[in-house]
């Protein structure tokens, strides 16, 4: 599908808009909005409240006003048809008398399906799969998860020398990235619905899981904390018990089990923080989505690396991944990647977390 240009920069700006609320609208989707009046000028913005608000399309009309009635409406989800919380989306731009939407990714769940032809028995121009690709690979993709697979998404991210230590022999590890690269990692927390650590790096670095804001403060909005332990080790004193923010100990059986848990709590994007031994589980099982790593221009030569044992021993079984961003921090780099397979290996025998 293609748009004009004052159609595909407002898709682009819908986009930022559903990344602006990320890690405060699920189960809901992320979903950004925008109108244009009937001479493609931009009269109206809107992204999801928190559950129980109003939707993407309801916020930008109320912002466009009139000036929206034979204008478009361009948006990165097709409009609901169902009246849950809130009415449907698709009757409030029938309201507004837009004649035209644009639609980045069609409706995948039954419940809500059905608002673009609902818009087309009335009348309007609808195009379902405008930069479809863009929009499910940005704020959607979590959602579009839970909603395919029936589980969270899950950001695996690790910080690492180049030569994939993430800690030295000794067992030090903070401050192998700068200050930068730190600073994008509370923004990336504060972009999911769940931080994840395993037991292991709870008593190895006791961290807090908070996020906090440019001045340090704590923001306002802290996602769950989680902690893999099904052998009972986290101490009481730990900082991730300290009230900071919410925090769920799991002994769940494995990933699986841990995601399917987390799902059932209206969790819909998890950061897997944890280290190398919960890193490899996930990854064993297929259950990592993307991957940022964080590189220091800095070098170890012995410490623990990267990830723990993935039940490889032929480079032609290798796991591999797909670039998808390289952004400088500072000093360091960020590498985004998506893997294209698993390694078809299951669970550790033990089942260590």
């Given at each position: 599908m293609t748009a004009?240009?004052?159609?595909s920069?407002?898709?682009?700006r819908a986009?930022?808009?559903?990344?602006?609320?990320l890690?405060?609208?699920?189960?809901?989707?992320?979903?950004?909005?925008?109108?244009?009046?009937?001479?493609?000028?931009?009269?109206?913005?809107?992204?999801?409240s928190?559950?129980?608000?109003?939707h993407?399309?309801?916020?930008?009309?109320?912002?466009?006003?009139?000036?929206?009635?034979?204008?478009?409406?361009?948006?990165?989800?097709?409009p609901?048809?169902?009246?849950?919380?809130?009415?449907?989306?698709?009757d409030?731009?029938?309201?507004?008398?837009?004649?035209?939407?644009?639609?980045?990714?069609?409706?995948p769940?039954?419940?809500?399906?059905?608002?673009?032809?609902?818009?087309?028995?009335?009348?309007?121009?609808?195009e379902?799969?405008?930069?479809?690709?863009?929009?499910?690979?940005?704020?959607?993709?979590?959602?579009?998860?839970?909603?395919?697979?029936?589980?969270?998404?899950v950001?695996?991210?690790?910080?690492?020398?180049?030569?994939?230590?993430v800690?030295?022999?000794?067992?030090?590890?903070?401050?192998?990235?700068?200050?930068?690269?730190?600073?994008?990692?509370?923004?990336?927390?504060?972009?999911?619905?769940?931080v994840?650590?395993?037991s292991g790096?709870?008593l190895?670095d006791?961290?807090?899981?908070?996020?906090r804001?440019a001045?340090?403060?704590?923001?306002?909005?802290?996602?769950?904390?989680?902690?893999?332990?099904r052998?009972g080790r986290?101490?009481?004193?730990a900082?991730?018990?300290?009230?900071?923010?919410?925090?769920?100990?799991?002994r769940?059986?494995?990933?699986?089990?841990?995601?399917?848990?987390?799902?059932?709590?209206d969790?819909?994007r998890?950061?897997?923080?944890?280290?190398?031994?919960?890193?490899?589980?996930?990854?064993?099982?297929?259950?990592?989505?993307?991957v940022?790593?964080?590189?220091?221009?800095?070098?170890?030569?012995?410490?623990?690396?990267?990830v723990?044992?993935?039940?490889?021993s032929?480079?032609?079984?290798?796991l591999?991944?797909?670039?998808?961003?390289?952004?400088?921090?500072?000093g360091?780099?960020?590498?985004?990647?998506?893997p294209?397979?698993?390694?078809?290996?299951g669970?550790r025998?033990?089942?260590?977390?």
């Amino acid at each position: 599908m293609t748009a004009g240009p004052a159609e595909s920069a407002a898709m682009a700006r819908a986009r930022e808009l559903g990344a602006s609320v990320l890690g405060t609208t699920s189960p809901n989707p992320p979903v950004g909005a925008v109108v244009l009046d009937a001479d493609g000028a931009v009269v109206g913005e809107g992204a999801t409240s928190p559950p129980g608000g109003p939707h993407a399309e309801v916020h930008a009309l109320a912002q466009a006003g009139e000036r929206a009635r034979g204008g478009t409406a361009v948006v990165t989800l097709e409009p609901c048809a169902h009246t849950g919380r809130t009415g449907p989306c698709a009757d409030a731009l029938l309201a507004a008398g837009v004649a035209r939407v644009l639609v980045a990714v069609p409706e995948p769940t039954g419940l809500a399906g059905g608002g673009a032809e609902r818009l087309r028995a009335a009348g309007v121009d609808v195009e379902v799969g405008v930069e479809r690709e863009a929009a499910e690979d940005g704020a959607l993709a979590a959602w579009l998860t839970g909603a395919r697979a029936g589980r969270p998404f899950v950001v695996w991210k690790a910080g690492a020398t180049l030569d994939g230590r993430v800690a030295a022999a000794d067992g030090t590890s903070r401050w192998i990235t700068g200050p930068v690269a730190r600073a994008a990692v509370h923004r990336l927390r504060a972009g999911c619905d769940a931080v994840l650590v395993g037991s292991g790096t709870v008593l190895a670095d006791d961290p807090q899981l908070t996020v906090r804001d440019a001045d340090g403060r704590d923001a306002a909005r802290q996602p769950l904390r989680v902690v893999h332990d099904r052998r009972g080790r986290v101490p009481a004193g730990a900082r991730v018990l300290d009230g900071a923010a919410p925090t769920l100990v799991s002994r769940a059986d494995g990933p699986a089990g841990l995601l399917a848990e987390l799902f059932d709590r209206d969790v819909r994007r998890v950061l897997l923080e944890g280290g190398p031994t919960l890193a490899a589980a996930f990854l064993r099982e297929g259950l990592v989505d993307e991957v940022l790593v964080h590189l220091a221009p800095k070098l170890l030569g012995a410490g623990p690396s990267l990830v723990g044992d993935l039940g490889i021993s032929t480079i032609g079984a290798a796991l591999s991944l797909e670039l998808r961003e390289v952004t400088p921090l500072g000093g360091d780099v960020q590498i985004r990647l998506r893997p294209t397979g698993h390694t078809g290996v299951g669970p550790r025998a033990d089942g260590r977390d």
